[in-house]
């Protein structure tokens, strides 16, 4: 009974319309690992003949296929060149590249000053140079009220450095007073040029301007000495006391860009008189050459 058992299975699983094509295959797979003696008490060891000798003849196959790679894999590998070795001196691109986000400096990052700050540096230098200047050409042309002024100007670049609270806004200041000295020194050159003093009505606008920048001087350095907590409470009072001296600083530069503007006209309307002279003389020294009057066209 087994042995009809087994045939009648051998049989249907044969015969199935609904067997996949490859499952008479798979017994192959397994036969080769196991056993290869034939069963005595099974009458059908004919029938799985077939199936045991495809298992032995694939057993070399399977060798041979990993024999054959690792023969070529070793063979790749012989048959590959080693990779140069890095030169001890040479440096490589990804060192000499700088990546967004990474520094290449050697300073150290509490000694790196920002662009900011760089710029604030060049500004007050700056107006510490033409604050100097300024007072140079006022000892030179005995400007007692004008060098007063000059020096305000350079205690107050020199002070700036030290202000903790509403930096913008003391820059901003700073910028109008760079201004104001930029146009006493343009007006103190032209009346050095001409041999004359300032004019009368300058007396009292000079006069104001420094009591400004002494006011301006006093609060910075109050506040700049006081410590954190009151600057931090005062910080809105500071601002309104800024606020009222820019609004002094605004008027004093605009008085002196009007006398400045009026001296801009006069060398201008002096240099047009003078070139419009000179080209009539020349006029009627071609005539005299003999050129006649098309000369003068």
Known sequence: MPVTRHVRREGRTSYNPLALPSLPSIPSFFSFSSSN??????????????????STTLTPSFSSFFSSS??????????????????????SSSTTT???GHSTSTTPFFLRRSKTARRVDDFIQRGLDSSRLLQD?????????????????????????TVRTNRTQTRMLLERVHQIVRALINLCGDARSRSVGLAPGMAMAIERLTE????????????????LFSRILKSAEMKDELAQCDDELGAALA????????????ALGSAVKRAKERHEELVRALRAKGFGAGAGG
């Open 37 to 54: 003696k034939p069963d005595p008490q099974s009458s059908s060891a004919a029938s799985i003949a077939p199936s045991t000798a495809s």
């Open 70 to 91: 690792s023969t070529t894999t070793l063979n790749n590998h012989a048959s590959s060149p080693p990779p140069p070795l890095p030169h001890p001196f040479s440096t």
């Open 98 to 100: 700088t990546e967004a």
């Open 137 to 161: 050409i006022c000892e030179s042309m005995d400007l007692e009220a004008v060098q007063i002024v000059a020096s305000s100007c350079v205690l107050l670049f020199d002070t700036v450095q």
């Open 212 to 227: 400004t920048l002494a006011g301006l001087h006093t609060l910075l350095q109050t506040h700049a000495s006081a410590p």
């Open 255 to 266: 008085l002196f860009e009007v006398k400045t503007d009026l001296l801009t006209h006069v």
